[in-house]
Each structure stands twice: as C-alpha cells, then as structure tokens.
C-alpha cells in the first residue's frame, strides 16, 4: 500500500482485476462503463467490498444504495465515499 | 436390480496426478511418503506426510475459481473430471438427468476453516474472505462437479470419517442398483496437510515418525495424505448399450457400525461389515483374490482388522492376498476409501496387486497372506476393500470381474 497513489486510484485498481470481457480479456473501461456490460455480478461486489474494507480497514453497510449501481462510476463513487467518511 | 459396472476411474494424491502414474509409483514400491513441507506457526513434531509436492491450483483452476474451491474440493474435481473422460459417459445428452454425484468428505475444506480462524482470531481481524461458507461445505466437491457437467441427477455427500469415500460409492452404487439414477460419479476427497490439522492428529499420538508399515511387528503408526479418487459407476446395460469399456463389476457392499469406542475399533464390526458385503456379493471366501485393507499403520487397526479378516475368512485365510496401499499414499482420511478403490479397480483389470511397502516382519496378531513390498502377478476373480473410520463406522466394497 503506498499514500502517493489517491484512494480513487487504488479502488479502482481492486475493482478492475474483477472486469472481464466475455473473452477474457480486460477491457478499456471508463466511468460511463455499465457493470452488466463487463459481467459485473452481484458476487463480485461482494468480493470488492471484502477487498476494500480489508484494505482500508473500513465497514461497509450494504444498503438499498447498492442495487441502483448501475455505472463503474458509481460504484467508485459509492466506495471512496465510504472510504473517505470513515478515514476523514 | 440392476448390474452395476465400473467405467472410469480417476485419482490424485501423493502418488501421482492420475491413476496411471499412481499405478505405476504403487508398482515400483515408490511411496509417496516424504518431509511434510508446509507453512507452520510453531515448529511441527510430526515430519512425515505423503503430500502432493508437485500440485499447483492455477495450473487447474482460475483465480476466481480459487476464490471458491478449497483444496479438498479441487481434488475431487480434478479426479471426477479424470473418471468421467476416462469413462467416455457424455453428459451433454440426457443421461446427466439421470446421474447422481455422491461424494465423501471427513473434513469439508479444512484449509479454509483454518485460514478463516487464523484470521479472526489470531491476526484478529473483523473480516473474512465472502466465499469462506461455500468454501468450506463438505458438499462443495459435489456440487462444482454438477455445475461443471450440469449433472442435474441427486447430488450430495457422506461424511463418517475414514470411511466416508467408502460409504459414498456404496450408496452411489445402491442408487444405480435399484434403478433411481442410471449413472453416478462417485468418491471423495480430503486435504487435511496443513498447520492447523496436523496438530489435533499429532495430540492423538498414533502418526508414525518413521514410516508407514501397516501390520508389521516394527510398525509405529499411521502417516496423513492427502487427495482424492472418484469413479464412474453405470447400470450394466446402460454401459453396454454405449459401447463403454468396463474395469468390473461393483457387487457387493458391506456396512455397520461398532457400536463400541469412539476411537478404538472392534474386530466384530469389522467382520460384520466384510461378511455382509460377501453375502451382498454372492462371493464365498475362496472367490475373494485381494484384500485392499484399511491397514492404517496403527496397532489398534492392523490387529482388528486382521482378527476380523481371520473370522470372516476362515481356512480360505491363507490364500486371500492382502495389502495396504496406505503404505504408499498416504492415510487420506475421507478421501482414502477411494483412492484405494481406484488402486484396486486397476488391480483387478491388470491381475498385479500391489504391495504393503517397508514390510519388515508381521506382527504376531497381523498374520495373513501379505503383498510385501513387490507386486504380485495373478489371476484375479474378485477383491474387496475396508474402510474401517473412528466412531466405529465401516464399509467394504466388492468388485469381480466381468
């Protein structure tokens, strides 16, 4: 874990090693990108959540919040503000 | 009833990745048993273990795949998908309907049982990895076998300990019998070699610190392993009717229970349960050529389950062979009654037994017709194998040729 890299930076690096393209291979994603366009399940949420509270020694409450992720925007959004309210 | 024949075979352990090159290490008395080399907090007393040295997960399974498959349970796939292309069954029709997947498990995934309490407890953590449940489910092996062939026929496992593979082909092979499934892949596995399991096995002080050599005088215990073995059994005309070749016939299976010591075996459960599986079998003792027996290695086991060979077998004691291939894998606990079976299944086919390794000198009260240490060549009608567990729970198999 280094401090030079910005939180965004790092949650994004935890949620992509979850994208995969149908192939297999990663594809170019952008804020706008749809989670169902890259297979992002539910199951992998789970499993980027787990990552990122064991990373930032956090707690994340899954709320009804949750289910209106619809973007990669989002979900970076949704996690950094976790993340920032609990390291402020 | 229906005839239940065997179609494929499929195994890992220390032995070797598959049933051939395990075969063939069994044959050359090469065993598996060696240093335990595995990550420890504290250092450990027991040295010995028959591990896979050469088992790399990512070689078989993807990272995400990892996520969700403890050691045990990626055995058991890795054996049933050995069995099943070795059978030629093809689950893309409508057999998979009618397909059962039976699979023993002592311990369920105990890696991650451990990985899981090592975190919370000792580097106390509040957290655990979101997959440990399913990780950790005696079942798993069988259902990721399901999901991965879409085997939608009934599905799940037996646990007793020791003999749980044992009692997993048995029922697999009363399913196919009375005509419920068609098919069935059948087995067990367990990975019981790391930190956290090796030391409850230590505190009951029955592992040997120099070999395992089950019913000699010199013997000093038994030796974990670890792996899997599963097999493919089918209704006999079902087989035919596919052209699929055919190792033997499964003809008879024995079971019950001690009704003893939670620990300490009796002799008449054990007889009980190899006289039952000949009367299942239609075998008289004299038709029987081979005994895989559960020989652990301990004092306990090698006498009970000599004096209950003895009883049941009366003067045809003295031409039965006899052997304990944990000699060479390993005691792979839930697992081993099918890795054995795997073992005996080719002794059957090839007419070569293979042998009890550093067999020294039998033990007075271990007196029977040993396969030491080499192979040996003969023809073979029928074999039985013991799976003999703590809590007095056991089951033998039969299998003939056909």
């Known amino acids: 874990m280094s401090n030079d890299i ?16 149908d192939d297999g291979s990663t594809p170019e994603l952008t804020r706008e990108t749809e989670l169902q366009t890259v297979n992002l399940e539910s199951l992998d949420l789970i ?16 709320d009804e919040k949750t289910a209106e992720l619809k973007t990669l925007g989002d979900v ?8 920032e309210d609990q390291t402020a | 009833m229906h005839r239940v024949v065997i179609t494929g075979v499929g195994t890992i352990s220390g032995l070797g990745p598959n049933l051939n090159d395990s075969w063939n290490a069994a044959l050359s008395g090469k065993t598996a048993i060696g240093q335990l080399d595995i990550p420890s907090i504290q250092p450990l007393r027991q040295k010995l273990a028959a591990q896979i040295h050469s088992y790399k997960p990512e070689d078989h399974f993807s990272a995400g795949e990892l996520a969700l498959i403890d050691r045990f349970s990626q055995f058991i796939i890795l054996s049933g998908r050995e069995a099943i292309a070795d059978s030629g069954i093809d689950f893309s029709t409508d057999i998979a309907e009618e397909t059962a997947v039976l699979t023993g498990s002592g311990l369920g995934g105990w890696e991650t049982i451990n990985e899981s309490a090592k975190k919370v407890f000792y580097d106390q953590k509040p957290r655990v990895h979101p997959f440990t449940v ?19 026929g009934p599905a799940f496992t037996i646990s007793s300990a020791c003999s749980s593979s044992g009692h997993a ?46 019913f000699c005088k010199d013997r000093d215990g038994m030796i974990l392993g670890e792996g899997a073995g599963m097999l493919v059994l089918e209704e006999y005309e079902y087989a035919k009717s596919r052209g699929a070749r055919i190792y033997g016939e499964l003809c008879g299976y ?29 075998l008289n003792p004299e038709d029987v050529t081979y005994i895989n027996a559960h020989g652990t290695g301990t004092t306990a086991n090698d006498r009970t389950e000599t004096s209950a060979i003895r009883q049941v077998f009366g003067s045809a004691v003295d031409d039965v062979w006899v052997s304990s291939t944990k000699s060479l894998h390993g005691h792979a606990l839930g697992g081993a009654g099918a890795i054995e079976l795997a073992l005996t299944v080719r002794a059957l086919e090839s007419g070569i037994l293979p042998p009890t390794v550093n067999f020294t000198e039998a033990d007075e009260e271990c007196q029977l017709r040993h396969v030491a240490n080499e192979p040996v060549e003969t023809k073979v009608k029928a ?16 299998i003939k040729a056909i």
């Open chain 1, 6 to 21: 910005s939180v965004e930076d790092r949650v994004k690096e935890i949620v992509t090693k979850y994208i995969k393209a």
């Open chain 2, 169 to 214: 082909i048995g029922e697999a092979f009363e399913m196919v019998r009375r005509g419920r499934v068609k098919a069935a892949v059948t087995g067990g596995g367990e990975a019981p070699l790391i930190y956290g399991g090796i030391i409850p096995w230590q505190a009951l002080r029955v592992m040997s610190s120099t070999a395992c050599r089950p």
């Open chain 1, 47 to 62: 499993e980027i959540i787990f990552e990122v509270e064991d990373e930032f020694d956090i707690d994340i409450e899954q």
């Open chain 1, 76 to 83: 970076l959004d949704w996690l950094t503000t976790n993340i």
């Open chain 2, 383 to 398: 074999v039985i194998s013991n799976s003999f567990a703590f809590g007095g729970l056991n089951a033998t198999l039969a």
């Open chain 2, 254 to 282: 024995g079971l019950s229970s001690d009704a003893g010591d939670i620990v300490d075996p009796s002799p008449d459960g054990a007889a009980k349960s190899v006289r039952k599986c000949l009367v299942d079998a239609q």
């Open chain 2, 134 to 152: 399913p990780k950790i489910m005696p079942s798993a092996g069988s259902s990721h076998l399901t999901m991965e062939y879409g085997i939608t």
